[in-house]
Each structure stands twice: as structure tokens, then as C-alpha cells.
């Protein structure tokens, strides 16, 4: 069944990069009131080892509170409760994709690298994105065709192209039947050929990271849409390449994640792929 909520050509990409920041600092506000009283917090076991709070449900509420006013009839992919559509399913029209607190277990634990990660698609395609860095208020935003900037300052990958010099990021498997093996091999054929690896705990801060050249590549094996929707646009607009392991254009579902600078996609690629 194909839906049909908007009409696509009723919102331009900067309009709905607006409705894209006014909901992410709706949930950052919900978040910041959590991180005043982190102690008291309860966390609720998705699947073993990954946690959601009332912090992740509130926000994500209010972030579809702001939307649905200024898009009525958008269709929502969410990360916990309030999705209108199925991981996989595609629409006609306007969907938002929402992780509200990328970076969970980090925040819980007082780590301070989680973010509001916010996308919007028309038709299937990516048309604009925020990431919004809350404990450091930095924000990251793109729109198609219309490059991407960090607080007003355009955004460029890295020009590093030496592997020994490159520093990559990445996620570590955490939840039940994640093929450790496979991370640990690739891990070290990268660890020996490169400045060094890091895991900072947030995919969309991972993909803002290579976006703003922090990072010289980034890669998981397995990814959810919310996880990597606005990174994904990100990284594109800031002149970079996001694929899959098997070198498919990278697609907003679940999904394993290659993005890097072009010079160095490459290489990193054929790291990652060898056995």
C-alpha cells in the first residue's frame, strides 16, 4: 500500500529544515531537564543492554508535537513508540525520521555525546537534516543541494587521504547476536593502518563528525534509519560519500553504514571487505 500523506511540492527543504530545528529544540529542552536529574531517572530495557528513559519518550513526543503542526499529514519513522509507518515502508509525501536521544547510554551514564537527530525525506529521498550536539549546543544541518553547516559555518570532509594519517570512528556491537567476530577483524586490520579508531557512542555525531572533518571515515555493520537518516545527508552535502559495505548508495532503513571523505572511501572499503 502506498500512502500518500502531503503533497510534496507544498514544503521546500528550507522550510522544512526550520520545522527540522524548532522540534529538535523542543526535545532538547526535555533533555536537558533530564540531565538535571539524570540520578533519578528509570531505565527501561529495550533488549538486553539497550536502555530508553522517559527522557526518549517525552522527547520523542515532543518532537512529533511540533511537526505535526507545521506539516499535518507527515508520515513519522521514530525510534521508540510513535511511529505511523513500518521501518521499511515507503511513502508519497513528507516523512520525518526521529531519533530523539541518539546516544542513550551515554547520557544515562553522564557521558556527554548524545544528540537530537532529525530528518526529513519527500518522495523516498533525503531533503533535509539536523543533528542537534546537546551538551555542547552545536548544531549540524544540511538541506539537498543546499550544502551542510555547523552553527552557520559550511561544512567540508577532511582532505586526508593517507591511511596512516586518517582517524576513523565507529560502534562497537551491543545488543544480543551482533557478529562480534566480524567487528573484531575489521577493527584490527584498521588499527594497524591508521591514526586510530574511536567510539564516541552516537552514529549521528559519528556522521556529523566525518561531515565536519573530525573524522576521516566511519562505518557499523548494522544501523537503524533514525540512527542514520540526517548523517547520511550530512556527510553528502558536506562533499563526502555514504554507502553500504556493499557499495550501494546508503539507504534510510537498517542498513550497514560506510561513509568517509573520497579519497578515503576507497581504501576503507576494501579494508572492511577483506576476509
Known sequence: MTLQPTHPN???AEFLLDALKAAAAAAAEVIRDGERRRGALVWREKTATDFVSEIDMTAEARIIA???ERVPG???LAEETASTLAAEQRVRGV???????DG????LHGVLEYAVSIAALVDDELAAGVVLHVPRDEWYSATRGGGASCDGRRLAVSAIDAPDRALIATGFPFKGGDNVDTYLGQMRR????TAGLRRPGSASLDLAGVACGRFDGFWEN????W???????????AGGLVTTLDGAPCPVTHTSVVAANLGMHPWLMGKLGQH
Open 190 to 193: 584498521l588499527m594497524t593502518h
Open 227 to 237: 540512527d542514520i537518516a540526517a548523517g547520511i545527508l550530512l556527510v553528502r552535502e
Open 66 to 68: 511540533v511537526l505535526a
Open 104 to 107: 542513550t547510554t551515554n547520557f
Open 95 to 101: 516523512t520525518f525520521v526521529i531519533d530523539p536521544l
Open 222 to 225: 548494522l544501523l537503524a534509519p
Open 10 to 12: 507544498q514544503f521546500t
Open 74 to 76: 507527515a508520515a513519522f
